[in-house]
């Protein structure tokens, strides 16, 4: 069992950038696929991004591809979100998920692991 745990959310402007970072508990934090989701309100959980345990694979939402890294430090059990160009349709509680094993998932419900959120706020 491990725990997450995500900061960095905010308020930020249009245009802005924020990076929200999530540690987990657990020691031993490599064989883990991570990813990040996102929920605005009113609207289903969305996938953001993923990194496979070795960071050599990423994927992207095509609505933040260019805009959002992800990126991972196992030797600090921490897994990066960088966001630039800042919208308003960015907003949303950020949650990153980890799944046991090597690989990614897009599918929340593959994921084992969660962490409470974080908010991020765009404001126009």
């Known amino acids: 069992q491990i725990q997450l745990e995500e900061s960095g959310g905010g308020l930020v402007q249009t245009g802005g950038s924020l990076t929200l970072s999530c540690e987990a508990s657990?020691?031993?934090?490599?064989?883990?696929?991570m990813g990040w989701f996102r929920q605005a309100p009113g609207k289903e959980r969305e996938f953001v991004a993923a990194?496979?345990?070795?960071?050599?694979?990423?994927y992207y939402a095509d609505s933040v591809k260019g805009r959002f890294t992800i990126s991972r430090d196992n030797a600090k059990n921490t897994v990066y979100l960088q966001m630039h160009s800042l919208r308003p349709e960015d907003t949303a509680v950020y949650s990153c998920?980890?799944?046991?094993?090597?690989?990614?998932?897009?599918?929340?419900?593959?994921?084992?692991?969660w962490g409470q959120g974080t908010q991020v706020t765009v404001s126009s």
């Open positions: 657990r020691r031993t934090f490599r064989p883990f696929g």
């Open positions: 998920a980890g799944r046991n094993g090597a690989w990614y998932s897009l599918r929340p419900r593959d994921y084992d692991y």
């Open positions: 990194i496979s345990m070795s960071g050599e694979n990423i």
